[in-house]
């Protein structure tokens, strides 16, 4: 783990009894993932199939219209150089579409939850399985829109190392 974060009992017990159920287990979209917020000591558990809908990732970064427009500006075209290059190529609908969802994202935050990670998060999740060891991914959520969500994998380990907060 690597930041110490405070849980309530029940949480531990949730952790273990999660951890035990997966035991033997072959990989599912349906295995566990818990979300946490620490501002309410509140823990959800969702299973990964869901995880998209309730955390949706943002994908509007990784649009080819917005690669193309982004590398156009770093190589020095001027803007609207870069968006006529754009337009041409995608075309005017299209290319607009992503720039208003990538303002959008941008605008709404979504604490670093990219595609990317919630990808990643899943494969990694796949190989853990398939390796016959048992984690569960905990997303810790930011605090604030500034602050990125943070992965932890709860472990034999992580549960036994819990610290229980006073607030039960």
Request: glycine fraction near 2%.
């Amino acid at each position: 783990m690597k930041k110490s974060y405070k849980f309530l009992k029940k949480h531990k017990n949730e952790f273990r009894t999660s951890y035990i159920s997966l035991l033997e287990k072959k990989w599912s979209l349906n295995f566990p993932v818990f979300l946490f917020d620490r501002d309410w000591f509140r823990l959800k558990k969702i299973t990964l199939y869901d995880l998209a809908k309730e955390l949706q990732p943002d994908n509007s970064e990784e649009a080819p219209e917005i690669i193309k427009y982004e590398k156009l500006l770093k190589e020095g075209y001027e803007q609207l150089q870069a968006i006529q290059e754009c337009w041409h190529e995608f075309g005017i609908e299209d290319f607009h579409r992503s720039l208003r969802n990538s303002s959008k994202w941008k605008t709404k935050g979504n604490n670093g939850w990219t595609f990317k990670k919630y990808a990643d998060l899943i494969i990694e999740y796949r190989k853990i399985v398939e390796n016959k060891e048992i984690q569960i991914p905990i997303i810790i959520l930011g605090r604030s829109s500034n602050e990125d969500h943070q992965l932890e994998w709860i472990s034999k380990e992580f549960i036994s190392e819990i610290t229980i907060a006073d607030y039960n």
